[in-house]
């Protein structure tokens, strides 16, 4: 057996003479517990609602989206899309021509996000599944209708189940703005609202979904006009298959397109995410660091009180490297225990509320109880970096004790 991790481990359970040491170790190795516990916790949270923002998104942002380098539309068409088309992994693909216009509802004035989809949208579209009210569904024989977000619907006034038509305006691409008749320079066309979604707060405060002629229209564009393709794949598709996707549709179409993933949408939004889990992890990591300062006054009690055993030890022939290494690995177990503790706290609970979702969540929310999603890569990052925190905090004690003893020899040498 191991000589100092035997001894150190007879000082750890052993009863010590002052008892406030045997407090103090146990407040510490408490301390580490709850503070990992913690990080588990709040970090399996955190993916959970991050999973949840995804999934959320994943509702209106297609896994590869195709736009133009430069300007704002063009015409999807080419062997690049009917090579597209054919791929296994696509599960649809559709046109949709998108632009900030004015509306007015019922004597109510806004701006909003106006974007129009083709019929594969209309059939296969995942805003199905996140209707309030009213149904999704965009033609009604021949009149053209749209589904508004549940926050542009509120602020105008906007009800499926009125008549009232909404009226949307956009500056006209081919008349002159006139002064003296301003109205005359708009293009103007009218829809009835369907239906009303919720996807998130900035979606639902913007958006309102119609038929892409419709958009045509008001735009004044002849032909199969899009400002972007949406691509969607197989659910489970996996990301080296969206990769492979991506790459060979950019190199098809070559300079004049971009093609983006989901994360490429939205990147500053999926990178103040991992900032914010970084900042998280960063803070709570901070707070174990102080925790952990309990284990060096433990530990530089504990050393003072066995200056005999270190006495008897040296003169039975151990070197100071053995001694070192009985008071480090005695404070790293301290440290250990806590962690072990921590995550069996935080892994047990981080599970039974993934499966059973006890703690619910306050109002009336997308989700009844507190998403939760436990990762592995988050209790390796854990356990490794609690791991090296009690190890560092252990070496200081040893390091100043040691340093103080020679420098008392060397004193007490100068005196002789």
């Not at 080296?240 to 989901?262: C, M, Y």
């Not at 066995?306 to 039975?316: A, E, F, V, Y």
């Not at 290494?325 to 072990?340: D, H, K, P, R, T």
């Amino acid at each position: 057996m191991n000589l100092p991790f035997f001894i150190a481990r007879r000082y750890l359970f052993a009863r010590k003479s002052h008892n406030v040491i045997n407090i103090i170790s146990a407040i510490s190795a408490i301390g580490m517990a709850i503070g990992t516990a913690a990080l588990i916790i709040v970090l399996s949270i955190y993916n959970g609602f991050d999973s949840l923002v995804k999934s959320m998104l994943s509702n209106v942002e297609p896994d590869i989206l195709i736009t133009p380098a430069e300007g704002k539309t063009f015409v999807p068409r080419g062997d690049a899309y009917d090579w597209i088309y054919g791929q296994k992994s696509v599960s649809n693909m559709c046109c949709v021509l998108e632009e900030n216009v004015f509306i007015n509802y019922d004597g109510r004035q806004g701006l909003a996000v106006a974007k129009g989809v083709d019929m594969i949208y209309e059939e296969e579209s995942p805003l199905r599944n996140h209707m309030t009210e009213g149904r999704f569904s965009l033609h009604r024989g021949d009149v053209l209708m749209a589904c508004v977000g549940a926050g542009l619907a509120s602020t105008m006034g906007i009800n499926p189940r009125f008549v009232s038509p909404i009226e949307i305006y956009y500056p006209s691409r081919t008349r002159s703005i006139s002064l003296s008749n301003p109205a005359a320079s708009l293009e103007s066309i009218n829809v009835y609202p369907s239906g009303i979604f919720s996807i998130n707060n900035d979606i639902d405060s913007r958006y309102m979904i119609l038929p892409i002629e419709a958009m045509q229209e008001l735009l004044e564009y002849e032909g199969d006009v899009a400002s972007g393709v949406e691509i969607r794949l197989v659910e489970g598709c996996p990301q080296s298959e969206v990769r492979r996707l991506q790459q060979e549709i950019s190199a098809r179409l070559g300079e004049g397109f971009r093609v983006s993933d989901r994360f490429q949408q939205n990147e500053s939004l999926y990178k103040m995410m991992k900032y914010e889990k970084l900042s998280i992890y960063m803070i709570l990591i901070f707070i174990i660091i102080i925790i952990a300062f309990n284990i060096f006054g433990s530990l530089s009690m504990l050393i003072i009180e066995k200056r005999g055993d270190i006495r008897t030890l040296r003169s039975m022939g151990a070197q100071d490297r053995l001694l070192r290494n009985v008071f480090i690995l005695e404070g790293w177990m301290i440290s250990l225990l806590g962690l072990a503790a921590g995550l069996v706290l935080g892994i047990s609970f981080s599970l039974i509320q993934q499966h059973f979702g006890l703690i619910k969540m306050p109002g009336n929310f997308v989700v009844q109880a507190y998403p939760v999603i436990l990762s592995w890569k988050d209790i390796l990052a854990t356990a490794g970096c609690v791991a090296v925190i009690g190890y560092l905090i252990a070496l200081l004690p040893v390091a100043s004790f040691y340093r103080k003893e020679k420098r008392q020899v060397y004193t007490d040498s100068g005196n002789l």
